[in-house]
């Protein structure tokens, strides 16, 4: 079990870098920020949740999805789904033709709930189906494209056709699932006020926490053999193949765990921002989502976290006194971060935090052998000086 | 055919690609424990048999059967885990693992989603990585990152991995190409040393190094079986002379 | 807005305000002495001696900057002349503007950001109904002030919203009314792009058109949004042949709609056809040429002759060049600051359910589309319009409506 | 559909055949450009409906000068070569100052291609503004031309569909009939070789992507005959950009053509029988499957990898 414990912490400097960003973002933004900034940092720590999922799957595996948002949507969906049933109680629908079904149906003129929103009105069902869904749709997708493998730019074009797909769809059928305008206007969970100051603080804490498991989840995946096996597939699949095992199944699996992991940001996101829409479903979003994970570093999983706060910390600045800059800035972003920062926030630690005697004296410290993780990083670093060079 | 001895039986193996056909009609029986290198001028068709053999390529017709055990419908991972091992002519290796870490991802077990992420490092893996690391002279460098490797040693480190599936066939494209003399006397001891209980293929153009390790020599030419037989026969004969030099 | 331009319209103003206190729409100066800050701001708003804040909140960015750009003009310019004249309860009126960058969220999150940490006295912005639909819930759980200005799919009323643009059936059962008469139209073809504001028009429309007029829908199509592909579409139009083309497109779709219909041989010669989503400001992109002689349906046409409209005209031009041009929506949200204004001097108080409560029956006479008045439902009264576009890109007013009640949960029309 | 003579359905099946084409025609312009960067050059340049975008706005503005001086009946052409060179210098820039460090990195050359895209929308709205604008067309591109008096064909349609063709018949005899083309062929299939027999291989990359670029001006500059002119205008086609040449199979401009022919096809056919916005879905779903089914696309070669 200690075994275990060690490698979701990542030995010494992981577990400190993993410290200090809890104390980051569980105890120095709520005492620094007012109430409004703070249910912002919960709306971007929701983010975060794809940003690390794309850690793992386009970091460490290789593999690029464009279509991230579509798992974001899926969870958000799901809880959504629940929180206007719940809205919709035929009181306060009460003026609708037909009270008790969502308002956004009774204007489609359907006169009941259609089958696949009824598993919604019960929260174990939601929660099950906000996990499950997205895995299984991924699933599907990843059968479909790994076995034959599809990979790399086909994958991310794929993946981005799908969720153009899937929000077409969405806004194409309003009756079912509230059309452009997403589902909206919700109030309470089990009865419980979601829109007061006092629950966005829990749900802020709630979110943080769930965060933090996932970024252990994900480093316990890491560091297990199967992370080995990932990063080597992405360096060299075919030798992966002639060692024996089955590429494919990998992919899936990591897939999957994206998906679910997505899926879960977008539910925290519903409940934090009170509503979800077809937005965020799109393409433009999913290749945000991209940027955040590089910014932070797609290698590291909390520096994707840092990525996520700081890249929309700075939208939100930005878009308050410049907002035609804005663009500017965000396009700059992509291109830096791709072409001077390949390995964003924790690469620029990596290359100088060694200069710094105290963090230098902490990661020498750090139990031998050395993760995968970071042998990976300086790889790469070393690659990207040979291609500057 | 019905069953055999041979550890690997391939025959009328064919498969075209757009028409051009790289492999004709080959037969082609190993037997246990025999080193066989298959020789033959550049586009012979000597990389595509063992693109065949290991299912990276899928052939056309024909059968290969290892062990009696039909091997053209199997995907690549399955055909491993029967225990056919291949080595890639230019190394293929995970550069950006250590020594240590490329023998381990290589020890077949936890070869599954899950077994891979239960996967516990005990004594026996750690045993079975000592063990090879001694066989292939890198033991002493085990925490080295693959990266920095000289030529050679990653070649050794590649034949390394395929060792640590304990497969019954090994198939070995160009092993000393980019080696040292010193080397190559290395190799083609590790060779003789690791034939003497599975079956091994190899493939190389170095005659000297091939005389020394050769039970058994194939010549290919144009996807066909030019000549077959003992080093100093195959060398004496006609149409082997006429290939190599007539041109 | 530059040093520049503000002088300019100090100037300016100036001749503007006999016209409208002539007109009425100003109650009488008042002095902020008269109306001590503790007694006129009891919850705490963005309100001193001397300036209150309010907040725009459009987007200036992505997809939606198109539309919503002419709405944020018409604002400021409403804003100016109001500061010009002295303001509101004698505070100078100061704007915050926050970008929606055409993102729900990101108006849910301005909007709090506006109403929560800035206090803003009131809101005025929003274009899309998602957009409205994301900042609801916050204005109603904050108890904010938002003025609407676009014409909508209705369904909706609130509190804390006043919905400056018309509802569904202002904009939809007068129209169709008029064209059924004029070209005796018996069937008729609804297009709209797929999303809930055609939806519910198109909903409305049928009804009407099947109910109250005894025609018949050939039939009814909706677009994916941004989609620029109309071959199949004109093609299933061409077989129905039906009197009356009735659209909704919206965006870079309406360019591709009106383009390529031109291009089949439906022009205006050989089909009619009715749209409640053109306005002047969709004609740039569209081409007069395009569209010449196709109908629209609007409370609001920039051609309209009274001298409030040619005031409020030139005045837009001075301050945002003679290029620009004014539709529907522009006119709706210049509305926004004058009724705004208005409330809170009716009320005496700067607080939200005072000028909230206040506002309802309030007549402004002098707009520049006429007599409005607000309705008890938030909504407005006004008139419906029906512009003949032509080919210098402006419509040529052709039909006007008597005033319509806002009805916006129409029975037996859902 | 028996409300109606055969007369009337006969018409119908012409103009819907051609509308069919007509679609054929705009995603063959949409992608040409596209197959030849993505297809020879392996990059993915995701500002593609950007490049589209300068050829738009580049007819927009000569269109204002020409109503300034009367000569709108004459610009269009003109137009059209000014759009190609415009975005083949952007193109031969971005190259030179992005793209050339990324071609070991297809994934990173899709993000920061990305960032570009964002960028050029922005310069458009700046200098252009939000709003929406509409080139002034010449009389002769108006109207439809009719063969009997109850068929229109689109004469903006025949104007495009005759580009595509122009258009692509140049591309063919670029890629393989001139000393050019036979270079890039070349340097994609073997760089180091390519560059040992005194090819200039940076020179080449560079020359191709800038032609890719122009070619998809030239696509913005017809479509304003067909569609609008914003900042947004170029995100409306990447998507099926895309799909048209990996649905081809990415390196092959027979593969291009046919891939473009199929899906217009498809999606006028749907279209027609289904509601608009559910035909695209049909289209685009069918699209995802059949290259799920068949990753490396229609047309793709069999080869030894």
Redesign the interface.
């Known amino acids: 079990m200690s075994d275990t414990l060690n490698k979701m912490l990542g030995g010494r400097q992981g577990a400190i870098g993993l410290a200090i960003l809890a104390v980051f973002i569980m105890i120095v933004l709520p005492l620094g920020l ?3 900034r703070i ?2 940092i919960g ?1 971007y720590l929701t983010y975060a949740f794809v940003a690390v999922s794309l850690v793992l799957l386009w970091g460490n595996g290789g593999i690029l999805s464009l279509g991230q948002g579509i798992f974001f949507g899926l969870g958000g969906y799901g809880m959504a789904m629940f929180l206007k049933l719940e809205a919709s109680d035929p009181v306060s629908t009460a ?1 609708q ?1 037909t009270p008790g079904i969502p ?2 149906m ?4 359907l006169t009941s709930l259609p089958w696949f929103w009824e598993p919604f009105k019960s929260l174990p069902l939601t929660i099950l189906a906000i996990l499950v869904i997205p895995a299984f749709f991924a699933y599907l997708i990843g059968f479909a494209m790994f076995k034959r493998r599809v990979g790399g730019v086909y994958f991310a074009i794929i993946t981005q056709a799908i969720a153009l797909i899937l929000s ?1 769809l969405i ?2 059928q ?1 009756g079912y699932t509230g ?4 589902i ?4 309470t969970m089990l009865g419980w006020d979601i ?1 007061t100051d006092s629950a966005k603080y829990v749900l802020y804490y709630v979110n943080a926490g769930l965060l933090i498991a996932c970024i252990l989840l994900s480093r316990y995946v890491l560091s297990s053999k199967f992370g080995m096996l990932l990063l080597a597939m992405r360096d060299k699949e075919e030798r992966v193949r002639f060692s024996g095992y089955d590429v494919s199944n990998f992919k899936i699996f990591i897939f999957c765990l994206a998906a679910m992991i997505s899926a879960i940001g977008g539910a925290m996101f519903t409940l934090q ?3 979800m ?1 077809p ?1 965020f479903i799109g393409i433009v979003p999913s290749i945000e989502m991209v940027i955040f994970a590089a910014v932070g570093g797609r290698m590291s999983l909390i520096g994707a976290v840092y990525g996520t706060l700081l890249v929309n910390f700075g939208k ?1 600045m930005f ?2 006194t410049y ?2 800059l ?2 500017f800035l965000m396009g700059g972003l992509f291109i830096a971060v791709v072409m001077f920062f390949p390995n964003g926030i924790a690469g620029v630690y990596e290359k100088y935090a060694k200069k710094v005697p105290f963090l230098r004296k902490l990661s020498e410290e750090s139990p031998t052998p050395k993760t995968a993780q970071v042998a990976a990083v300086t790889a790469v670093e070393i690659k990207e000086a040979g291609v500057k060079a | 055919m019905s069953n055999t001895d041979f550890v690997l039986a391939v025959e009328d193996l064919t498969v075209s690609f757009d028409g051009f056909k790289a492999v004709d009609k080959l037969n082609m029986y190993i037997d246990k424990n025999e080193l066989r290198v298959v020789i033959g001028p550049n586009g012979a068709g000597k990389t595509t048999v063992l693109d065949l053999i290991c299912g990276k390529t899928k052939s056309s017709s024909g059968s290969i059967k290892f062990k009696n055990r039909e091997l053209t419908k199997l995907s690549e991972h399955e055909i491993v885990r029967a225990g056919v091992g291949r080595k890639f002519q230019t190394p293929s290796i995970y550069e950006n693992l250590s020594v240590y870490q490329n023998l381990e991802v290589s020890y077949p077990k936890g070869r599954g989603v899950f077994g891979s992420l239960f996967f516990k490092r005990n004594e026996a893996v750690v045993a079975q990585v000592h063990k090879i690391a001694r066989e292939i002279m890198m033991e002493d460098i085990l925490n080295t990152e693959a990266a920095l490797l000289s030529h050679g040693q990653k070649q050794w480190l590649e034949i390394g991995m395929l060792l640590m599936q304990e497969p019954e066939l090994l198939m070995l494209d160009e092993p000393v190409a980019g080696m040292s003399a010193k080397e190559r006397d290395q190799t083609a001891e590790l060779l003789n040393r690791i034939c003497q209980n599975r079956s091994v293929i190899v493939i190389e153009h170095d005659m000297e190094f091939v005389k020394k390790i050769a039970h058994k020599v194939t010549v290919l030419h144009q996807g066909k079986i030019l000549a077959e037989g003992a080093m100093d026969k195959v060398q004496a004969n006609e149409k082997v002379i006429e290939v190599y030099l007539g041109h | 807005m530059s040093n520049n331009t503000r002088r300019h319209f100090i100037t300016k103003t100036g001749a503007l305000m006999g016209a409208l206190l002539a007109a009425g729409m100003i109650s009488g100066s008042a002095f902020a002495a008269d109306f001590p800050t503790a007694k006129v701001n009891t919850t705490k708003l963005a309100v001193t001696d001397t300036t209150v804040k309010v907040g725009i909140l459009h987007s ?4 939606m ?2 539309s919503e ?1 002419g709405s944020i003009q018409a604002e400021k310019l409403a804003i100016a002349q109001i500061n010009a004249m002295g303001g509101v309860l004698g505070r100078k009126i100061e704007v915050i503007q ?2 929606g ?1 055409s ?4 108006f ?2 301005k909007s ?2 506006l109403l ?2 800035d206090k803003v006295a009131t809101v005025f912005g929003c274009w ?3 957009s409205r ?2 900042v ?2 916050v204005f109603e ?1 904050e108890n904010g002030l938002l003025f609407y200005p676009t014409f909508y799919e209705g ?1 909706e009323q609130s509190k804390n919203v006043f919905y400056t643009g018309q509802e569904a059936t202002q904009q939809i059962l007068a129209g169709l009314d008029w064209i059924a008469k004029e070209k005796k139209a018996k069937t008729f073809y609804l297009i709209g792009s ?3 504001w055609p ?2 028009s198109m ?1 409305i429309a049928r009804k009407h058109i099947e109910q109250k007029l005894g025609g018949k829908v050939v039939g009814e ?16 139009i ?2 129905k042949k039906p009197d009356v083309i009735y659209a909704a497109v919206v965006g ?1 779709s ?3 709609w009106f ?2 219909l ?6 205006s010669k050989k089909q009619n056809m009715l749209t409640i989503s053109v306005t002047e ?2 004609v ?4 007069g ?2 569209l010449e002689g196709f109908y629209s349906a609007m409370k609001y046409f920039q051609s309209l002759k009274n001298p409030n409209n040619e005031k409020f005209v030139a005045e837009f031009k001075k301050m945002w060049g003679p290029k620009s041009v004014i539709g529907d929506v522009t006119q709706a949200a210049y509305l926004g600051p004058w009724l705004w204004k208005a409330a809170v001097e009716r009320a005496g108080s700067f607080d939200v359910d005072k000028a909230a409560a206040a506002l309802p029956g309030y007549e402004l006479k002098a707009a520049p589309e006429g007599y409005v008045k607000v309705d008890p439902n938030h909504h407005l009264e006004s008139k419906l319009r029906v512009g003949k576009w032509l080919a210098n890109g402006q419509a040529e007013v052709v039909y006007e409506s008597e005033l319509i009640k806002p009805d916006p ?1 129409p029975k037996g029309y ?1 | 559909m028996f409300d ?1 003579s055969m007369a ?1 359905i006969g ?2 099946v012409v ?2 055949a ?3 084409l ?2 054929f025609s ?1 995603l063959l312009l949409m992608a040409l450009g596209l197959a030849v960067i993505f297809g020879q050059m392996g990059v993915i340049n995701m500002a593609h409906g950007e490049f589209m975008a300068i050829g738009a706005y580049t007819t927009v503005f000569l269109s204002k000068v020409a109503e300034t001086y009367g000569i709108v009946n004459y610009y269009f052409l003109f137009a059209i070569v000014i759009a190609f060179i415009i975005a083949f210098i952007i193109g031969y820039l971005v190259e030179f100052a992005l793209i050339r460090h990324l071609y070991k990195r297809p994934l990173d050359t899709l993000l920061a291609t990305w960032g570009l895209s964002l960028v050029m929308q ?1 310069i458009f ?1 700046s200098t252009f ?9 010449p009389e002769w591109l ?3 031309f ?1 063969p009997t008096p109850d068929i ?1 064909i ?4 025949v104007f495009v569909l005759g580009l595509a063709l122009v258009v692509t018949v140049g591309v063919y005899l670029f890629m393989f009939r001139s000393r050019w083309g036979l270079r890039v062929r070349a340097t994609v299939q073997n760089r180091v070789m390519a560059g040992a027999v005194g090819i200039n291989t940076k020179k080449v990359d560079r020359v191709t992507f800038a032609l890719g670029c122009g070619i998809a001006g030239v696509a913005g500059a017809a479509f304003t ?9 170029g995100s ?1 086609y990447i998507v099926d950009s895309f799909m048209v040449v990996v649905f081809g199979g990415a390196a092959s401009i027979m593969g291009t053509i046919a891939s473009a022919f199929g899906i217009a096809q498809a ?3 749907l ?2 029988f289904m ?3 559910m ?3 049909a289209t685009l779903m069918v699209i995802v499957g059949i290259l799920m089914m068949r990753p490396e696309g229609l047309f793709a070669s069999k080869v030894r990898k």
């Open positions: 007012d109430p409004f249910g912002l709306k003026i033709s308002d956004f009774d204007w489609n003129q077409i806004v194409g309003q059309g452009v305008n997403g909206t206007d919700l109030k829109r921002v009170g509503f829409s937005t939100t878009s308050e907002p035609e804005w663009l | 200036s960015t992505g997809t900057a198109i750009t926050e970008d960058a993102d729900w969220p990101t849910a999150e709090k950001k929560v940490n899309t109904s998602a639909k994301a609801l819930p759980k369904l797929d999303y809930i939806r519910t909903k199509e909706y677009i994916a949004l941004g989609d620029t592909q109309f071959g199949s579409v004109i093609n299933k061409k077989l870079g309406n360019v591709a383009k390529q031109n291009a089949a041989g439906l022009n400001d969709e740039l992109g569209i081409g040429e395009n949960f859902q | 109606y009337e018409n119908i103009m819907q051609f509308s069919g007509s679609l705009v922005q709205r503004g939000a709003k929406e604008v509409s080139a002034v067309l108006m109207g439809s009719q229109d689109p004469i903006n349609g005959t067909i569609a609008s002119t914003g900042p947004t205008t409306l999606q006028s056919i279209q027609f509601t608009s916005s035909g695209k879905v």
